[in-house]
């Protein structure tokens, strides 16, 4: 770790070197006037909107629905499902191919209501942008989305086949983050604001009536993300269960790291805000890029990072140069090569989730080596994506 002196709070920055945008970015954060104690910036940090994804900001009396961002609640659910390696194999097209069949991905919905599966919509805050999406919200939960969500059949070193499912609140988190997001700026624009418009870091004041909506919003959003993503395993457990009857699942693992949340560190109670970065504290989960390993994890509660650890490989470059730079033939024929097998409608863009895209996690790993210990490492077998 380093640490980069400011005007404002100081930047201590874990792994690198990261990209000029990066951390023009951190420095907005530094500067802002509730910001408190550092910034810290995740190995796996990399440009984002208002607030680098894999940082972590803690703030004094605000809140910043950009320094969450727009899938709150995003996160990623793991566990062993109970089947040996060469069952597996000799099931995994079958077992693939029913978990894409089962779990509408992109831009698809379920047909019907889902409400009868989760106890989630019994408890909807009476929040007006909550009210509002709650119909579709009811056939969006329990889907995958698009872009680096996944599901993927796993096995790690010791020949123990895991499942891993990365998702969010899908479009109702975006509408809760823009929403509130718009209040913020017209506050800002009204009252006056310390923060320039420029920096997309417009904040609600956490004991406000809008901030202390936002954060009820945000927490229904979570609950939204963490059930989905149970309704995902609940599929992907099904279709085991089809090829494999006498499966039996192991103990899940469930983290988000897209939120913001009331904490004491180093004496005094902040809002801590994780954009792309995991509560380090019990058991981790931390995906690779498609392709490449992913690991569970042991966090360090190190207070330097705000008890917080990197959410996975980040981003080594955006998705439209990943396209230009990538040609799609040979992002399909490394992952056959390496006998992974890839459950995708559309592999005209796969390039976007190369792993060439992304940088190494295996160096992001060692990097914050005093954040995570590794305790298992996964290396794909098969993969389904939008």
């Known amino acids: 770790m380093q640490e980069i002196p400011t005007e404002g709070v100081p930047i201590r920055v874990w792994g690198g070197p990261h990209d000029d945008s990066t951390l023009e970015q951190a420095r907005h954060l530094a500067l802002l006037p509730f910001a408190f104690r550092h910034v810290a910036l995740m190995a796996d940090a990399h440009v984002g909107y208002g607030m680098p994804i894999g940082g972590v900001l803690a703030t004094r009396d605000a809140v910043i629905p950009h320094a969450v961002g727009l899938d709150i609640g995003c996160g990623v659910r793991a566990w062993p499902i109970g089947v040996d390696l060469g069952r597996l194999l000799a099931e995994r097209d079958a077992i693939l191919h029913e978990v894409q069949r089962a779990v509408p991905t992109g831009f698809h919905w379920h047909d019907e209501s889902q409400a009868a599966r989760t106890r989630l919509f019994e408890r909807l805050p009476a929040l007006e942008v909550l009210e509002r999406e709650a119909e579709k919200a009811t056939r969006q939960v329990g889907t995958l989305g698009g872009g680096n969500h996944f599901i993927e059949l796993q096995v790690d070193d010791d020949e123990i086949v895991w499942a891993m499912v990365h998702s969010g609140s899908r479009n109702l988190g975006k509408q809760v983050a823009e929403h509130y997001d718009g209040i913020a700026r017209e506050r800002c624009d009204r009252d006056g604001c310390p923060v320039p418009a420029a920096w997309q870091l417009a904040h609600l004041p956490i004991g406000s009536a809008h901030g202390a ?50 904490e004491t560190h180093f004496g005094e109670e902040v809002v801590v805000h994780r954009k792309g970065a995991v509560r380090a504290e019990g058991t981790v989960v931390i995906p690779g890029s498609m392709g490449t390993h992913s690991y569970i994890g042991h966090g360090l509660a190190s207070a330097e990072s705000f008890i917080s650890c990197s959410h996975g490989a980040g981003r080594a470059m955006g998705r439209k140069q990943a396209l230009r730079s990538i040609p799609a033939h040979r992002v399909l024929a490394e992952m056959a ?46 993969v389904v994506k939008a």
């Open 213 to 262: 909506e936002y954060l009820e919003a945000m927490r229904f959003c979570l609950s939204f993300a963490r059930d989905s993503r149970r309704l995902m395993a609940e599929r992907v457990q099904e279709a085991v269960l089809g090829a494999v009857p006498e499966a039996v699942a192991g103990e899940t693992i469930d983290v988000h790291h897209n939120y913001a949340a009331l």
């Open 337 to 382: 090569e390496r006998d992974i097998r890839l459950f995708k409608p559309k592999k005209g863009d796969v390039a976007e989730e190369a792993a060439e895209a992304y940088k190494d996690i295996d160096d992001v790993m060692a990097a914050q080596a005093d954040l995570v210990e590794p305790i298992a490492r996964l290396r794909p077998l098969g």
